[in-house]
């Protein structure tokens, strides 16, 4: 499985910005497509993930009314939605798959990231 995030960029407070993740090679339904982000300084972590079959999404709670994740699997792409944002959002934005059951640990595919800046 390969992933390639893009659609990151310059953004003010309050305004937002939509990632994409294009998904190729052989993925399976029971597949989850995650988002994460690393910030300057600080560990990675989850965000927001979905499995590829039948849409169901889990949502960190930091960015939860904010930022939401959909797919379109005719283009294989998920997309991250940022509404609202911080600079506390700041960060590398990273997509990954994973084939297990953990929602936010253990994924095995990663893309190279994409760059968010959120001025104040």
């Known amino acids: 499985v390969q992933l390639q995030a893009s659609g990151g960029g310059l953004v003010q407070a309050g305004g937002s910005l939509r990632l994409s993740c294009a998904v190729s090679g052989r993925i399976f339904s029971r597949y989850r497509v995650g988002w994460f982000r690393q910030a300057p300084g600080k560990e990675r972590e989850f965000v927001v993930a979905?499995?590829?079959?039948?849409?169901?999404?889990y949502i960190a709670d930091s960015v939860k009314g904010r930022f939401t994740i959909s797919k379109d699997n005719a283009r294989n792409t998920v997309y991250l939605q940022m509404n609202n944002l911080k600079p506390e959002d700041t960060a590398v934005y990273y997509c990954?798959?994973?084939?297990?059951?953990?929602?936010?640990?253990?994924?095995?595919?990663w893309g190279q990231g994409t760059m968010v800046t959120v001025s104040s």
């Open positions: 979905i499995r590829w079959s039948g849409g169901n999404t």
């Open positions: 990954a798959s994973t084939e297990g059951v953990n929602w936010t640990t253990n994924y095995n595919y």
